[in-house]
């Protein structure tokens, strides 16, 4: 009982980082967005350069901090999964290589044969 209760919490823990990482790639991707919107409304306005560069510039502080925001999240999912070593229940026992998943090249699609 105790263990399926560590098993389902570090569950939700995995996948509310992934929700995480997952997050912040779309919103660097909606400031891309949003940049090159900026700079096609600019053209079409024919502004002169000094007119939207307050914009862009905290527009890039944004991104360098979400950068920097990116990079805390992939440490913290690494120092997770070497915690889960540490926590009775979670402990990976493995035969072979010792990675946890299969490498890409042992997948394959299942197709029916006749």
Same mark, same amino acid.
């Given at each position: 009982?105790?263990?399926?209760?560590?098993?389902?919490a570090?569950?939700?823990? #995995?996948?509310?980082?992934?929700?995480?990482?997952?997050?912040?790639?779309?919103?660097?991707? =909606?400031?891309? =967005?949003?940049?090159?919107r900026?700079?096609?409304?600019?053209?079409?306005?024919?502004?002169?350069?000094?007119?939207? $560069?307050?914009?862009?510039?905290?527009?890039?502080?944004?991104?360098?901090?979400?950068?920097? &925001?990116?990079?805390?999240?992939? =440490?913290? $999912?690494?120092?997770?999964? =070497?915690?889960?070593?540490?926590?009775?229940?979670?402990? &990976?026992?493995?035969?072979g290589?010792?990675?946890?998943?299969?490498?890409? #090249?042992?997948? &394959?699609?299942?197709?029916?044969?006749?």
């Open positions: 009982m105790r263990k399926q209760m560590i098993e389902n570090a569950y939700e823990v #995995a996948t509310q980082v992934r929700t995480v990482e997952e997050s912040i790639d779309t919103a660097l991707a =909606e400031i891309a =967005e949003l940049q090159a900026m700079m096609r409304a600019s053209s079409v306005a024919a502004t002169g350069y000094g007119t939207i $560069h307050p914009a862009l510039q905290q527009l890039a502080a944004a991104v360098a901090g979400l950068i920097d &925001t990116r990079g805390a999240i992939v =440490e913290c $999912h690494s120092a997770l999964a =070497e915690a889960k070593g540490k926590v009775p229940g979670l402990r &990976t026992v493995s035969w290589d010792g990675d946890d998943c299969p490498p890409a #090249a042992a997948r &394959t699609d299942l197709r029916i044969v006749a």
